[in-house]
């Protein structure tokens, strides 16, 4: 499948924790950072491979010293490629919302 990028990419090295399954149904995570972030999807540097058009849970938190209060991004989308000899992976982002984090107590 070929995929074209719609938006300008931001190069942004942020925290990033992307959860998938396999096709039997367990469940996985990684943590990494971003590399870039468009409007419809990003790059990551993750130390895994995943099979293109698996469905990702992307959590990136965001700087505090732009938000003001804790607060994360998280997406719903799906694996697009990874570049050969390059540890990433490119995602399309499909449905995304913005939550505040919880400050432990």
């Known amino acids: 499948m070929n995929y074209l990028r719609a938006g300008v990419r931001i190069p942004v090295e942020l925290p990033v924790e992307v959860r998938w399954k396999n096709r039997a149904g367990k469940a996985y995570q990684a943590q990494g950072r971003t590399a870039s972030i468009s409007g419809n999807g990003m790059f990551m540097s993750l130390p895994v491979r995943l099979r293109p058009e698996t469905p990702v849970t992307i959590s990136v938190s965001l700087p505090i010293e732009f938000t003001r209060i804790p607060l994360q991004l998280l997406c719903e ?5 990874q570049p050969a000899g390059v540890m ?18």
């Not at 989308?77 to 490629?81: A, F, I, M, S």
């Not at 490119?90 to 107590?105: K, N, T």
């Open 77 to 81: 989308g799906r694996v697009v490629g």
């Open 88 to 105: 990433g992976v490119g995602a399309i982002i499909d449905d995304y919302q913005v939550r505040r984090v919880q400050q432990p107590s």
